[in-house]
């Protein structure tokens, strides 16, 4: 069973489904943390000092086809079932004019369990 997590900002709409996604942006942390940028450069996940216990490879891929309801970028974080030691951060990077009402604005996750 593959599960992959998905990470995306919305308006209040329903996910669904796994897309094509383009080329990953791979990037080596380890215990003395790092930050991993999306191939389009709108996410940033920062992973503190403590979160890994040893050197791995994370990845963040863009979904090529964002479900319905995504107003930006979709991305599938990797490796699959990694957890943390420490909480990470995920940031996001957006222009308003291309948002449109912010206070709508909700950042959704989901399992792709395919």
Do not use: Q
């Amino acid at each position: 069973m593959r599960r992959c997590l998905h990470a995306g900002m919305m308006v209040c709409g329903v996910l669904a489904g796994c897309s094509s996604t383009e080329p990953s942006r791979p990037g080596t942390i380890g215990p003395a943390g790092g930050v991993l940028v999306s191939p389009d450069g709108r996410l940033r996940v920062l992973v503190p000092a403590g979160a890994l216990t040893a050197e791995t490879e994370l990845t963040v891929e863009t979904l090529t086809t964002p479900p319905a309801g995504a107003v930006t970028s979709v991305y599938r974080l990797g490796p699959n079932g990694l957890a943390f030691a420490k909480a990470v951060v995920l940031e996001f990077t957006y222009a308003g004019a291309t948002i449109g009402d912010t206070a709508r604005l909700r950042v959704a996750t989901w399992l792709d369990n395919g």
